[in-house]
């Protein structure tokens, strides 16, 4: 249970969903994880038997915020080995895009764009000092496909998409490797309220015939932030039950 022994890792978004399991195993297998969520609840989620785990607030559309996280793993570990780029939000409701509130596709693209390019251009700034890194975006399917209702969301996650492979081949040289994930239908915080017969529908979508659950994204980032991976960069791994190939 060593795959990540003594790597630094930072993961943001991670009081819930693809972040909190991505902390847990991340922890299990030997990393020392700093744990950044918006949310104050972040700081009393995790106890001692979880692992080296230390959390801290972060808003991800804060820069200020953003240096001081990125500064910790600097003062506390004098490096930064890993990061999962996973802080986001979604549409509070589908829009047909000329229906969209300005404000609303605003906020969507604080968070999914300008916060992931933030915490990313700090983080690089660290790993550059540490010597190499890998860096794990957590991107959508909504980056390939379209979803009705979904413009904003589907159009952030496809500057993830391009914001990735573009860094991947900016710091190739540096030892710094830059993939994303790309979850499809997920038991996340986003089904909660739905009723069975629409949970049924949309696990009707999925060849698998099932919704994803946060773990099964977890080890595909944990693959990506070990060093089984040494060789892949730019890279955009679809997750989604076979739902792209249909």
């Known amino acids: 249970m060593d795959r990540l022994k003594d790597k630094v890792c930072l993961i943001t978004g991670a009081a819930s969903g693809f972040g909190r399991e991505m902390t847990l195993l991340f922890a299990k297998e030997g990393a020392k994880v700093i744990a950044a969520d918006y949310n104050e609840k972040i700081l009393d989620m995790y106890r001692p038997e979880d692992g080296d785990i230390?959390?801290?607030?972060?808003?991800?559309?804060?820069?200020?915020?953003?240096?001081?996280?990125?500064?910790?793993?600097?003062?506390k570990f004098g490096r930064l080995d890993v990061l999962c780029n996973n802080a986001g939000i979604n549409n509070k409701k589908?829009?047909?895009?000329?229906?969209y509130p300005v404000e609303e596709w605003d906020q969507l693209y604080n968070v999914l764009v300008r916060g992931a390019f933030l915490v990313l251009r700090e983080s690089l700034q660290l790993m550059l000092e540490s010597g190499g890194g890998s860096v794990i975006n957590t991107g959508s399917i909504g980056a390939f496909r379209a979803t009705v209702g979904s413009t904003a969301y589907c159009s952030a996650k496809g500057a993830i998409r391009m914001m990735t492979t573009n860094a991947a081949a900016e710091y190739v040289k540096d030892n710094i490797r830059i993939n994303s994930v790309c979850p499809g239908i997920f038991n996340t915080?986003?089904?909660?309220?739905?009723?069975?017969?629409?949970?049924?529908?949309?696990?009707?979508?999925?060849?698998?015939?099932?919704?994803?659950?946060?773990?099964d994204m977890a080890?595909?980032?944990?693959?990506?932030?070990?060093?089984?991976?040494?060789?892949?960069?730019?890279?955009?791994?679809?997750?989604?039950?076979?739902?792209?190939?249909?």
């Open 189 to 215: 915080a986003i089904l909660d309220g739905l009723q069975p017969d629409v949970l049924d529908a949309l696990a009707a979508q999925v060849p698998m015939g099932k919704i994803g659950e946060p773990i």
């Open 54 to 75: 230390t959390p801290v607030v972060c808003d991800v559309t804060n820069h200020e915020q953003v240096i001081n996280t990125v500064n910790l793993a600097r003062t």
């Open 94 to 99: 589908p829009y047909r895009t000329h229906e």
């Open 219 to 246: 080890y595909l980032a944990l693959f990506l932030a070990s060093d089984e991976s040494k060789y892949i960069t730019g890279q955009n791994w679809l997750i989604d039950g076979g739902r792209s190939c249909m």
